[in-house]
């Protein structure tokens, strides 16, 4: 006599082994999801309420405009506000998007609001092949170093460093760990510094820009195509303000593989906040973690140093474009002054 089947107690053992590879899949998601996520996805929204007084004739304006790449998917965009005139451009040399606005002398209480989507991934690029590719300097003469003779010291320095170094990759892992190893983060300067050399491998300390310049000109020099990228944090939290979040990161060409991501100055931001020493094993992790990896808490909203802006700007070419440019009638706005240029900033998760 066959015995028949207890189905409420099938069901119990059922829930059981639920319960058990429920926990194997989370427990094998928590060994390799890493501190972050992987995607960051959100609504960013750019206000800007220029002030002005009631002699002024014009005020003109340019916002960095990010556009989707491989790793960044930028969508429903919306640009409303009492401009004159606005359209999109793109810069000659570098090829960024420029959003520009014009307010004429009638309109009183000037306001545009830039709104889009962004979708952010880390990027991770280390499979580096065993062999590089072929290449010519001449398809990379943007990325490469213009000599003149106050460029020496920066010459003689890339030689140093990767002396003995016959690779595009083994000759960017040296400028890039020399970088970490003999500079740091100085919280006194103003913005994200300005990229000074000359100036910075004197006193080696500066943000962002001044760090990365500094291994990006080096890696010029040692012949390693290499270009500053200038973007935007986004905030970890449901809703941040990410009006003083701009940020810059490099990137080194490696032939035959594509652009390669790389970090220095977030290594040593994290050696100043979480007050630890070069040798720190955290250090090591965060050294090995941002050459060749950038995580996803950031967009990208242009490349390059002297820019030439479009519709060009009374002032000329500009040091870098990641910072809103504002000029009243003719007269550039300093970017970092709320008594003449008001903006804000938002990032709310989706």
Known sequence: MIKPVDWNKQKKVQKKMARVVTQVVLGIALLVTPAWSMTRNGEITMEFKPKRSSHVKEIRLWIPYPVSTPFQRITDIKITGNHSQHAVYSDRMHGNMILFAKWDQTIKAPCLT??????????????????????????????????SPLD???????????????????????????VVKNMYRDPNVKGCGDGDVYRLLKHRGGK?????????ALAKAADVPSREVFGIRLG??????????????AEFY?????????DP???????????????????????NYYFGTVDPYRIKLSTGKEVELNPVSKAGTINYFMY???????????????ETFQYRFTFKEM
């Not at 952010?120 to 001449?138: G, H, L, M, Q, T």
């Not at 970890?236 to 990161?249: A, L, P, R, T, V």
């Not at 490696?254 to 790389?262: C, E, F, I, N, Q």
């Open 324 to 338: 809103p440019y504002m000029e009243i009638d003719g007269q550039p706005a300093d970017s970092l002054s709320s």
């Open 152 to 178: 020496s010291q920066v010459r003689e320095l890339a030689d140093e460093i990767t002396s003995g170094k016959t690779t595009i990759l083994s000759k960017a892992k040296a400028i890039y760990d020399w």
């Open 265 to 287: 100055a977030d290594v040593l931001k994290t050696i100043l906040v979480q007050d630890i020493k070069l040798e720190h094993p955290k250090t090591e992790e965060y050294r």
């Open 254 to 262: 490696l032939p035959g593989y594509g652009w390669v991501p790389v």
């Open 114 to 147: 830039f709104q889009f989507k962004a979708s952010r991934d880390e990027i991770v690029r280390k499979d580096f092949p065993e062999k590089e590719a072929p290449w010519s300097k001449s398809d990379y003469a943007n990325y490469l170093y213009r000599m």
């Open 236 to 249: 970890k939290g449901e809703k941040n303000d990410i009006s003083k979040w701009q940020h810059c990161w």
């Open 208 to 216: 962002c820009i001044d760090i990365n310049s500094v291994f990006v």
